[in-house]
């Protein structure tokens, strides 16, 4: 079973900058799609940031557009997401996802989409 580990979570003023990991542990089947997530207290998880492992076409959400760069070390097995310009609202816990199966571009996004999860690195930006 794949476990996903994520780190780099902390706390950080607002414009500030912080860069997550995610690194995956275990048998590793062939990943075909890794994401982004963030869940805020009282809101729904939404999807941050997507990657296809082999062609590394990337997708965001157009709240973190410009600011946040998601990026993966195959080698490593490892994801990334760079976050920069960080805002208030940027605040969450924010998770890695991934799955071996094939899903199209408009499902990159979609909780429903991904069947491995971590376990969350908390993100506090302070106004």
């Known amino acids: 079973q794949v476990q996903l580990v994520e780190s780099g979570g902390g706390s950080v003023q607002a414009g500030g900058s912080l860069r997550l990991s995610c690194a995956a542990f275990g048998y590793n089947p062939i990943i075909y799609l890794m994401a982004w997530f963030r869940q805020a207290p009282g809101k729904e998880r939404e999807g941050v940031a997507s990657i296809y492992t082999g062609g590394g076409s990337t997708y965001y959400a157009d709240s973190v557009k410009g600011r946040f760069t998601i990026s993966r070390d195959n080698a490593k097995n490892t994801l990334y997401l760079q976050m920069n310009s960080l805002k208030h609202e940027d605040t969450a816990m924010y998770y890695c996802?991934?799955?071996?199966?094939?899903?199209?571009?408009?499902?990159?996004?979609?909780?429903?989409?991904?069947?491995?999860w971590g376990q969350g690195t908390q993100v506090t930006v302070s106004s």
């Open positions: 996802a991934a799955t071996p199966r094939f899903q199209p571009s408009s499902a990159s996004l979609r909780t429903a989409t991904f069947n491995l």
